[in-house]
């Protein structure tokens, strides 16, 4: 190979922890969430979700206004000798945060069909709120944090806008298969671009096939159990 | 072994508002549905919070809300059937029974699960999903489960209503089996008449968020203390009454005078009887009917038909018109009401003094 293959272990190293810490962050954040009503949790979900819905390129000028030199965690970052901007880290950073939406929507709509007498028989059973939800919520809600789980990975693996804006294109470095993919195309080379499309078409596709794999089970399981 | 309860609750469409005590016999909390039944029992598992009120568990108290106690569920030692059971889907049995016994050491653990699976009769089903389980089954699972943690109170949420009506019976004599084997406090809430009188030993009739009586189930039974009482105890017929002397009454609605055996002390508002307690006469004994007291001719209007007992909606005095309704409810064997189908009308029914519940209110 004439190719320096490191944006495909930047982009799965960048992938694997920026889901890990989105499936911790967004189950928390969904069963913090699942208990209360109230129009102040509404705004919530609605920060929560923004960066679903704004394009990729905000959500990263705001990480960066953030974590720049100037920002408010920038400057705090700083003190302790850690600059974000144009590292590692960042690609992760702008990972988590565009993928973090899907899982917490997952997450949520999997722990509240968890049935609510299941968790109030637990309790009578003298079980600690930590103990339900290790040993009822999570089990049950399972294959829906499973789902989301392969949902958020797939959308940290295409993240480019954000990637872009705080993380910018330093080749074996940050450099992710869509920004080699993007500087391929521009820089005129259309092989090289072929072949890394292809590399992300297969790691996508083998992706869906497993979420499809998984969350069919699922909802087989479901229909057999009924509503109890 | 000894439960108080008095709580407060504001709900949707009624104030709930009660209190009872129960201690080593089985109390049932009979009601229609919406009642606050269920709501009274979360009330003491811990799963909902009262307005105000006071719950004591063998000299243990759970709730108090002008101390500002609120013991948590998991810490008040009180077993709760859910009425769908709530069985965990991804465990087994013997999983689910565990549920209740992490802080044991392994080896008491599984005895106190081999003990369950023995009383209850679940052996061989350990390893099954409640899934895989019969209504019964998992009714004796959830019970098992339940019982493992040796809790100082059951609570049982409706706990036959989940079942096939051909199953209940045999499952009705098994909780029996278990709850007079239970040392504890045992609360079980039913809108089943018969279900009540044949599980519980005391009974709590609530309506509407209050207890309308509360006592030894025979006595409920045979002097309802009030006409809502009486209805929810399964009575169908009521007639507005007044006082005409010491002993006799006239019930407006059924256009006659009856004697009855109690003393009447307040004035009477309305009578009652049990459609069971209205006994058909044969002819010769009708026409002595001077002899025998509070006997009145009838006509049927209609009847319905259950497999063993006919119900037979009855006309007093005279044959009914098209649009007349019947005065009375009557409810009779089948083989009672061959007997006399074929008589001449009118027929003749008795209203007997020792059968009829007067009210004074």
Redesign the interface.
């Known amino acids: 190979m004439f190719y320096d293959l490191s944006p495909v272990w930047i982009s799965l190293a960048t992938s694997i922890v920026a889901t890990a810490i989105t499936l911790i962050l967004g189950v928390a954040a969904a069963s913090w969430r699942e208990r209360r009503t109230g129009t102040a949790y509404a705004i919530f979900d609605g920060i929560a979700l923004l960066p679903l819905v704004l394009p990729p390129t905000v959500v990263g000028f705001l990480l960066l206004l953030l974590f720049g030199r100037h920002g408010p965690l920038g400057q705090l970052l700083l003190r302790i000798g850690v600059s974000i901007v144009f590292s590692w880290p960042a690609t992760v950073i702008a990972a988590a945060v565009v993928s973090f939406p899907l899982m917490y929507l997952t997450a949520r709509a999997a722990i509240a069909q968890v049935?609510a007498?299941?968790l109030?028989?637990?309790?009578?059973?003298?079980?600690?709120e930590w103990?339900v939800f290790r040993?009822?919520v999570i089990?049950?809600a399972a294959p829906g944090l499973l789902a989301g789980t392969i949902l958020s990975f797939a959308r940290a693996l295409g993240e480019f806008g954000a990637t872009l804006m705080l993380a910018g294109d330093i080749p074996g470095r940050t450099e992710t298969i869509p920004l080699a993919i993007y500087f391929a195309v521009e820089a005129g080379d259309m092989r090289r671009a072929i072949i890394w499309s292809v590399i992300d078409v297969t790691i996508s596709l083998a992706l869906l096939f497993a979420l499809y794999y998984w969350a069919r089970p699922q909802s087989a399981a479901r229909a057999?159990?009924g509503r109890? | 072994m000894a439960l108080e309860v008095q709580i407060e609750k504001q709900l949707a469409a009624y104030k709930l508002s009660l209190a009872l005590a129960t201690g080593a016999k089985p109390l049932a909390v009979l009601g229609p549905s919406g009642a606050g039944k269920t709501m009274t029992l979360r009330c003491i598992?811990?799963?909902e919070r009262p307005d105000s009120g006071r719950i004591v568990l063998n000299n243990r108290v759970l709730f108090d809300s002008a101390k500002n106690i609120n013991v948590?569920?998991?810490?008040?030692?009180?077993?709760?059937l859910?009425q769908?059971?709530?069985?965990?889907?991804?465990l087994t049995v013997a999983e689910n029974i565990a549920?209740?016994l992490?802080?044991l050491a392994l080896y008491e653990r599984l005895t106190h699960i081999r003990e369950q699976i023995s009383k209850l009769h679940l052996d061989g089903l350990e390893n099954r999903r409640?899934?895989e389980l019969s209504g019964g089954e998992q009714q004796r699972a959830a019970l098992a489960?339940?019982l493992a943690?040796n809790p100082e109170a059951l609570l049982l949420d409706e706990p036959l209503s989940a079942l096939d009506t051909h199953l209940r019976s045999q499952i009705e004599q098994q909780l029996l089996e278990t709850l007079s084997q239970y040392r504890g406090a045992a609360l079980l809430v039913t809108h089943n008449i018969e279900e009540a009188y044949r599980l519980g030993s005391d009974l709590l009739v609530l309506s509407s968020g209050q207890a309308a009586a509360f006592g030894p189930k025979e006595e409920i039974f045979r002097h309802p203390p009030t006409v809502e009482v009486a209805r929810l105890t399964g009575c169908k017929n009521f007639s507005p009454a007044r006082s005409i002397s010491a002993n006799e009454i006239e019930a407006t609605n059924w256009r006659c005078q009856l004697r009855v055996t109690q003393k009447i002390a307040k004035p009477v508002t309305r009578v009652g009887i049990r459609a069971h307690q209205i006994e058909f006469l044969e002819s010769h004994q009708a026409a002595r009917n001077d002899a025998i007291e509070n006997v009145f001719p009838c006509w049927p209007t209609s009847s319905s038909e259950t497999p063993f007992r006919i119900t037979l909606y009855l006309k007093l005095h005279n044959a009914p018109t098209e649009s007349d309704h019947h005065d009375l409810q009557a409810e009779i064997y089948k083989e009672k009401w061959q007997q006399f189908k074929e008589a001449p009308l009118p027929w003749h029914v008795r209203l007997a003094p020792q059968s009829l519940m007067i009210f004074p209110e």
């Open positions: 049935d007498p299941l109030q028989a637990a309790r009578t059973l003298g079980a600690s103990r040993r009822i089990p049950l057999q159990f109890s | 598992a811990g799963l948590p569920s998991r810490d008040r030692r009180i077993g709760l859910f769908n059971y709530a069985l965990f889907p991804h549920f209740g992490e802080s409640p899934r489960r339940a943690t």
